[in-house]
Structures are given as C-alpha cells and as structure tokens.
C-alpha cells in the first residue's frame, strides 16, 4: 500500500513538471529549453520507484519527504493564483502536483510511525538534525530555485490614461514585448523596469510621480510576464535584452534624454543596463540585491552562504535552460557612467545597496530607509520620495 500511495503521487507531480515544461511555455520559448529540467525529474522519479521497495523504511520516509516538499513548492502557488485571479490548465496540475506532495509528505510522517521501535537508537537520534541540515542547505535552495519559475501571470488590463499608447517591441533574440508608452513633455523620458513576478502595472505609481514632472514614461512586460513572450524569470535573466530593446524604442520615439528606474530585480537590470550602455543618463536603483551567483560571490565570502547561492542558481539554470548571469552588478555599477540614486529599505537591503554605493564610487548616492518596505518607499513616504528622486532625474536629465 505504501508504495503504490508513492508512486501514484509521484506520477501526479511529475505531471506538472511535464506541463511546466512543455506546454506552459508560450511564445519566443523553443520546445526544448525545459527539456533538461523534465529529464532530471523524470529520471529520479522513476528511480526512486523503482527502488522504492528495496529501501529501508528510514530512507523511504526521506525519499518521501523531499519529493513532497518540492511537489508542494512546484504546485502551491497555483492555490493563491486560483483565489485571486483566473484558473489556467496549468493551474490544474499545479493544484494536484501540491496534493500530491502533501499525500508524499503525510506518508513521510506515516512511514516512521509505521516501523517505530525499528533501527538503533543512535540512527533515530541522527536522523532529525541531519534532515534539518539538508532542509536547510539542500531543499530550501532548490525550492527558491523552483519558485521562481511560478511567477504566475497576472492581468495588464487598460491604460492608465487615454496619453498612454500600446506599443511593441522585439528584444534581439526574437522575443516580442509589449508596453505602454506616454511621450516627454520636458525634454527627457525614464524607462520603467518592474520587480520579478510584476508586469507594467506594478510600475504605474512611479510612472504617475513622473507624469507630473513632465517626464515621458515606458512601462513594459519583461519576458514571460503580461503580454509578452518568452520564459518568465524572477532574477532577470534574459531582462538585459528587454531593456536594450526598449532603450532603443524610446531612443527612435523622441525619447530625448534617458533614464532608467527599476523596483526589485528592475533596479538590478537598471544597474546591469546602465552598465552595458552609454546612452543612460541616469539611473534609480529602488531595491537592488543580486540576479546571479556572481553577485553572491561579492556579497560574502561566508562558504555556507555561498553554497545556497550556488545550489539556488544552478537551480535555475537546469529549469531555464541557460546559463546564468558572467558578470556581477558591482562590476556593473564600478564601469558605469550614469549617476546612480540607490535606495534600500531594511538591513538586508541596506547591505546590498552599500556594496553597490561603495562600487559606484563618486557617482553613486545612497538613499536608506530603515522603516520602508521592499520598493514601498513612494507609497509610505510619498512627498519625500517625489522630492528625492524627480530632483536627481532633473539634476542629471534636463540639464
């Protein structure tokens, strides 16, 4: 009975890897960019079946556990998008996939219940801190690295205003991008970048700040994200492409002078394009931390943070099929010639945001609030935040 629950609900998760990775993927995604990631699932899950009944009823319950905690990372946030916006097909398997690791896990509890008073003392008494040392430094990296590929669509919906157009754009290796654009009135125009997991609309109150201030605006969806093609990633890999993409729109559209302001992994990507370029005239950075291992190496040099990191965006990069980012954001920000305004909220962010200060050197200001939320800034300081960033945009855009 034990291993035919196993295997029934190892096959249900395994569904959900298969639509991940074959037949959610929209346009701009080729077939087999997923193909790893299925085969790795694919292989361990038939080998842990097959094997199922010869292990020792100790491994059984591991084995168990660590299929279903992933199942129910792959699958949970499918719950909240269900409750709070439209049911996809991809939902559905989604919503099995959690169930399936919930019934993998109840089992996990089940099995050593099962065969209690079996085994040696001194294996029971190493068995709790050794599974919490690889919760802790082996699944809960590989399950930020699966969480990032459920960044589940959410809805565009209309313009802001009738001044705002819809236009398209195509990033250099054919995916095609969509936005919202509202032309300069003062001379210069602010590319807005959105955090992971957002889409244009989650720029619309700093694209609102900068109406007021004349300023020409445009909001898009990153890849994989609202109308747009592609493979949705939280860490912007592949971002470089949709930001020069549309730099280069605005620049053909009497864009005037630039500049770019980016929330969460749209700071990073600010950073990175800014970097690249020399056409950004400036750059406001609100929440930057790191979009791949490299950053994690300039970060610490602490080796179990390393190791997370590592295993986190290795993760990754077997899921997206690609190879992370080569270069990090403090090589960056150190090549850059725009000027910098970065702000960070809380001590985390406080960290990264003095990392990138330190590597930006004299162009490069730091603007820290403690009591903020992550890119909350302009909603819970509002006066302020209008004051601090439209000023430094006017100091390095209108003059």
């Not at 919930?102 to 050794?130: D, K, T």
């Not at 302009?378 to 945009?393: D, H, M, N, S």
Request: some cysteine; charged content about 15%; overall charge positive.
């Amino acid at each position: 009975m034990t291993f035919r629950v196993f295997a029934a609900a190892v096959c249900l998760a395994l569904l959900h890897a298969f639509d991940d990775a074959f037949l959610l993927p929209g346009g701009g995604v080729p077939l087999t960019q997923h193909a790893l990631a299925f085969g790795i699932a694919l292989v361990a899950s038939a080998l842990a079946v097959w094997r199922f009944r010869s292990l020792r009823p100790g491994v059984q319950a591991g084995l168990a556990f660590t299929f279903g905690a992933l199942a129910m990372v792959n699958g949970g946030r499918h719950a909240h998008h269900v409750l709070n916006d439209a049911t996809t097909a991809n939902d559905v398997t989604g919503l099995l996939a959690f169930a399936a690791g919930l019934v993998l896990v109840g089992l996990a509890a089940w099995i050593p219940f099962a065969h209690r008073g079996e085994g040696s003392w001194p294996a029971r008494l190493l068995v709790p801190p050794a599974g919490l040392v690889f919760i802790w430094f082996v699944l809960a990296p590989v399950g930020m690295g699966i969480v990032d590929i459920h960044s589940l669509h959410r809805p565009v919906g209309s313009p802001p205003n009738a001044a705002y157009k819809t236009v398209h754009f195509t990033a250099s290796d054919g995916v095609r991008l969509e936005g919202w654009h509202r032309p300069s009135r003062n001379g210069a125009s602010v590319l807005m970048i959105s955090g992971g997991g957002g889409n244009r609309r989650s720029t619309l109150r700093h694209a609102r700040m900068l109406e007021r201030h004349g300023y020409g605006v445009l909001v898009y969806d990153p890849r994989g994200s609202g109308n747009s093609e592609g493979t949705v990633n939280s860490y912007g890999w592949g971002w470089d492409k949709d930001a020069d993409a549309a730099m280069d729109y605005l620049a053909a559209h009497g864009g005037g002078r630039i500049g770019v302001l980016g929330l969460s992994t749209g700071a990073d990507i600010a950073i990175d394009t800014a970097g690249r370029r020399g056409d950004v005239g400036a750059v406001v950075a609100d929440g930057s931390a790191q979009i791949g291992y490299e950053d994690v190496k300039e970060y610490t040099h602490d080796p179990l943070m390393r190791q997370g990191g590592w295993l986190m965006f290795k993760t990754l990069e077997v899921i997206q099929g690609r190879s992370g980012p080569k270069v990090s954001l403090a090589d960056r920000i150190e090549h850059t010639r725009a000027p910098n305004l970065l702000i960070s909220a809380n001590s985390m962010e406080k960290q990264w945001g003095e990392l990138y200060d330190r590597r930006g050197g004299s162009r490069s200001t730091l603007w820290y609030l403690p009591h903020a939320g992550h890119t909350a800034a302009l909603r819970q300081y509002p006066a302020a935040y209008e004051r601090r960033v439209t000023a430094f945009l006017d100091a390095h855009l209108l003059t």
